[in-house]
């Protein structure tokens, strides 16, 4: 059997970021409106810090309004809703995105529920969730959107086929179970107490793992053919003392040879997260104006 295709979720990201590019623009010459995204840093976490200024430089390489705040690390969880509380009644704050995690003396369950539900751009809001499990329209979240855009870019459509999701966390596997039932197809969500878990996979069409242990998924867990989507990214030793590489949750090496479609680590579903949030930023930047989201945002 020939080796998968290798999904190349870069390049996607690269015209998805493009589409958008030319959207926000369209909004900005027909409406007056620049969508502006607030994007808040509670603390000095290294990882967190280069994850935010990547999505800001994003927001601003579209054409966007970037609006970076940063607090320290003692900040208070009244002090950071009151920040919440005045970019809900900012009428220039499209989007809110407040980067996770947060200290341990904030609450992130009441940040996520003080977020305004039309600018919640992370798709993290219980109302946000919510609408997507009743197969309403709704603000999605970032990750499993772009899962979902390169299965279809992969496949086609993918109704009628078996589909397993491993992992049930809020920000990947639920809503991706919810995204991939809307697409008509049969789910299973999979997890660390799932019986047989490998079986349980090798039964699917569509597999997306989102669990977060380093290649978990072994080429034997994979049915032949099928579409895998890795959203692991997991840091490992590397090849030379002192290094360290970047692998997802499914031994690539094995599964390339057994799928049909595959994401690579990185290069895969990782730059689709960003370009989701900018295309979530100028739809909710449409929404809140009565404008109809250009095609181009799908």
């Given at each position: 059997m020939a080796e998968a295709r290798i999904i190349d979720g870069k390049g996607f990201a690269d015209a998805l970021r493009a589409r958008v590019a030319g959207a926000a623009d369209a909004v900005m010459r027909e409406h007056g409106i620049t969508p502006g995204l607030a994007a808040v840093l509670v603390g000095d976490d290294p990882a967190s810090a280069v994850y935010v200024r990547n999505k800001e430089k994003a927001v601003a390489d579209s054409g966007m309004a970037s609006m970076p705040y940063r607090l320290p690390a003692d900040t208070s969880e009244r002090a950071l809703l009151d920040l919440v509380a005045e970019l809900n009644a900012d009428s220039t704050v499209h989007g809110i995105l407040v980067q996770l995690p947060l200290p341990k003396q904030i609450r992130a369950e009441a940040v996520i529920e003080a977020v305004d539900p039309a600018k919640d751009v992370d798709g993290f809001h219980p109302v946000n969730a919510g609408l997507l499990a009743t197969g309403r329209p709704a603000l999605?979240?970032?990750?499993?959107?772009?899962?979902?855009?390169?299965?279809r870019d992969a496949i086609g459509e993918p109704r009628g086929l078996d589909a397993v999701v491993l992992g049930r966390s809020n920000i990947v596997g639920k809503p991706m179970a919810a995204l991939l039932l809307a697409a008509d197809c049969t789910v299973t969500i999979a997890h660390s107490r799932t019986r047989d878990l490998a079986a349980v996979?090798?039964?699917?069409?569509?597999l997306v793992a989102a669990v977060g242990r380093a290649e978990m998924v072994r080429g034997d867990w994979i049915k032949p053919g099928a579409c895998v989507i890795d959203v692991g990214i997991n840091r490992v030793p590397g090849a030379e003392p002192g290094k360290t590489r970047l692998v997802g949750d499914v031994a690539f090496a094995e599964a390339k040879t057994v799928a049909g479609a595959i994401t690579p680590v990185p290069g895969g579903v990782g730059p689709m997260t960003i370009a989701c949030l900018l295309r979530n930023t100028v739809a909710a930047a449409c929404h809140q104006n009565g404008i109809a989201p250009p095609a181009a945002l799908g």
């Open positions: 999605v979240p970032c990750t499993p959107l772009g899962c979902m855009m390169l299965i996979c090798r039964r699917a069409d569509i």
